[in-house]
């Protein structure tokens, strides 16, 4: 069998190593809080972005020299599968994401379509068997082509919705025979350039019927995956309708459809809607819906969807504080949504790349487990309310007062001292975890 990659196995030196080409935090049998390092982190390679993405940018051609082209589209399927598997393999990464339109091409026609997707999915089924590699979710392209200029499910053409949900359907199928535990839906074109030729209430309306749709049919179908959402404000068109978490929450508990998705939180999206990672994770953990993660980094001076590999420690120190604090990701993983820059067009680059990713989140994830079991900021936060536990604080909690009665006792009480929330003292601490923990 051809090999794609000259890059051998990559394997786990640790700290002191000098060998780009090697783990030096992520040693995937290490227990970490009593669990191995890799089901803490299941990581996930992107179909789309590692075996499809050249290069390409609006101000220029492809810069990427792959193994796997070929003039034939079906044929680089084919070959993509196989550079797919071996990259895998050699990075030991147990998990993949893919659209339908990344795994296999799109036809001349919706029937061929999926004739193609069910003949490349077949061999994807036939490599997971020999390897052992699981799909973590699946998901339908439904942004590309230009039959969705105006949105899949949001489209005012009942066509392209008729459309959208048989190319959904296909992928739910897809996902089923693959086995993935999760089904994803990213808006892609769901959201609008102008409320001059849109009707905001009827877009919303059967954005939520065609999930809805959706819904019923994980359960008809036999998937029963966990559905998850994946929110973002902006891009491509100006203003998405999955906003954030707490718009996707609020959307969901509207159309009763609250109980039946989580979110896939990616961190571009994040600083996309002008939050932290940290901020989108927490608040889908504390509403019940935090789901899977796109880890990646935007690049906060350029403000859009660059889709780099993580490297922040910071970030990956918070986000895997808030997936410890969540009891992990149940059935979710981390699917590196993310892409090797224009001038990094080499395979050992994508390589680097995953290494460098894999890496970050393995010592974000050292850190996260000692804030955690030291109690830094959860004895602090304990603190800062505890005074909700007696008296008037302990009435508010339980919902046992009035307004009036909060008046009458505010007028008796009316000089208040408060306390210092020690913000710098916090982020010193969070500093020391980090340099402490830098082998
Ligand atoms: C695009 C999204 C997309 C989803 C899957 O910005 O990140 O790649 O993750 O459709
Ligand atoms: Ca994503
Ligand atoms: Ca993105």
Redesign the pocket.
Known sequence: MKEYFKVGKILYEGPQSKNSLAFKYYNKDELILGKPMKEHLKFAMSW?HTLCAKGQDQFGQNTMVRTFENEDPLKEAYEKVDAGFEFMEKLGIEYFCF?DRDMAPEGRTLEESNRYLDEVSDYVLEKMQKTGIRCLWG?A?CFNHKRYLAGAGTSPNPEVFAYAAAQIKKAMDTTKKLGGKNY?F?G?REGYDTLLNTDLQKELDHYATLLKLARDYNIKSGLNAQLLI?P?PK?PTKHQYDFDVQTVIGFLKNYGLDKDFKM?I?AN?ATLAIHTFQHELAMARVHHCLGSI?ANQGDLLLGW?T?QFPTNIYDATLAMYEVLLNGGLETGGLNF?AKVRRQSFTDEDLFLAYISGMDTFAKGLRIAAKLLEDKVFESFKEKRYASYQRGIGAKIEKREISLEELSEYALEHDQITNESGRQEQLEMLLNQYILENSD
């Open positions: 789309w659209h998901t392209n994803v990213w892609g994946e973002k891009e896939n990616e999206h796109d969807d889709d949504d």
